[in-house]
């Protein structure tokens, strides 16, 4: 993998998401300085020469949205049986409405103790966003900054008003920092137990986490051609992201905007950046949350001052759509529906 690929690629999966780590949904920024990545991705848009974002335009010779057919089967897992009695409670959505993730993490904890593989797997992301915000906005070596301090600092950073991101943080977390309860475990545990249960999304982040790791020692070309160790890692990534995907959960859909570097990793700029955006707008389509306060819309704007006040997730993947000369998101978004559907798994690139 070439330099400049390689950074492209760890840029792209550390914070192409950038409701990644925001969401509490990895632990990644600590391999690596995630305001040179901000940097990094600021600088790309303002070089491209492009303009300012700006609303889609409708136009009526778009294709109509084609709404996914209800799958015939769902692939099945070789994991353990996620738990022996099926809770009632929607651990998705209870982290979503979460507002202090001190009381998420005590609910969820019996169910996660129990088997339960979304209990696991949010219970990690709670954990793990409080870990990683904590030490990026609040931490200095032995110092905790207060809230005004850490707003304050961040600011002397220019470009990325973050005001709103540590002030949630804080308000998220204080408790969980404050109270540091060893029987919790670690975020890192529950991913662990949540992949081994077949949760698509920490098999996803799992996929990613090696690849990343396989990225940071330039051996992910190596792997690919079949060098040992690092093959067999690669293979690893590679089904899990395809065993994320056949679940058909829009959230791991929405996250092959990042693995498309791990089952494709031989395509480059533009390829890559359909393909991406794509996916992510199947998600949409799919029904993941991609309305004007959807989490991970918040946290892309965190990088991108040309989002528009009051739009949706949905048109801000338009928008950068057309941004970038990509006039035919529709038409790619119904065929990629279509290959969900029918379980076209080869045809995805996500065969075995």
């Known amino acids: 993998m070439s330099g400049s690929r390689k950074v492209l690629v760890v840029a792209i999966i550390a ?15 600590a391999h690596f300085d995630a305001e040179a990545v901000w940097r990094s991705l600021a600088d790309r848009h303002a070089h491209s020469g492009a303009a300012p974002l700006a609303p889609a335009a409708s136009d009526p010779a778009t294709p109509p949205v084609r709404a ?23 651990f998705a959505e209870a982290f979503r409405e979460a507002r202090n993730y001190r009381s998420f993490i005590v609910s969820a904890l019996a169910a996660a103790q129990r088997g339960n593989r979304d209990a696991e797997y949010f219970l990690s992301a709670a954990l793990a966003y409080c870990d990683e915000t904590n030490r990026f906005f609040f931490r200095r070596g032995d110092k905790t900054l207060s809230v005004d301090a850490a707003i304050l600092e961040r600011s002397r950073f220019g470009g990325i008003d973050m005001t709103d991101a540590i002030r949630r943080a804080y308000d998220r977390c204080r408790e969980v920092n404050a109270t540091q309860d060893a029987s919790w475990r670690t975020a890192e545990q529950w991913l662990a137990k949540a992949a081994q249960a077949g949760q698509p999304m920490a ?11 396989l990225a940071k020692m330039d051996a992910v070309a190596a792997a690919d051609n079949g060098s040992g160790d690092e093959s067999a890692e690669l293979g690893e990534a590679r089904a899990l992201v395809r065993a994320a995907v056949q679940s058909r959960d829009p959230e791991a859909i929405f996250e092959m905007g990042d693995a498309v570097a791990i089952v494709k990793p031989e395509e480059q700029g533009p390829e890559y950046f359909q393909e991406a955006v794509t996916w992510r707008y199947v998600a949409c389509l799919r ?47 119904n065929a990629l529906n279509d290959q969900i559907d029918a379980g076209a798994w080869n045809d995805l690139g996500l065969g075995g």
């Open 203 to 213: 098999q996803m982040r799992t996929a990613e986490d090696i690849f990343l790791r």
């Open 15 to 29: 914070v192409a998401g950038a409701g990644a780590v925001w969401l509490g949904l990895a632990r990644r920024h």
């Open 68 to 90: 996914p057919q209800p799958p015939s089967r769902i692939a099945g897992s070789n994991a353990r049986a996620p738990s022996s009695a099926p809770s009632a409670t929607d």
């Open 287 to 333: 029904g993941l949350d991609c309305s004007p306060t959807a989490e991970w819309y918040l946290q892309f704007c965190l990088h991108d001052p040309n989002c528009v006040p009051g739009e949706s997730g949905i048109d801000y993947l338009r928008r950068a759509a057309q941004l970038h000369g990509m006039v035919d998101l529709q038409e790619r978004a």
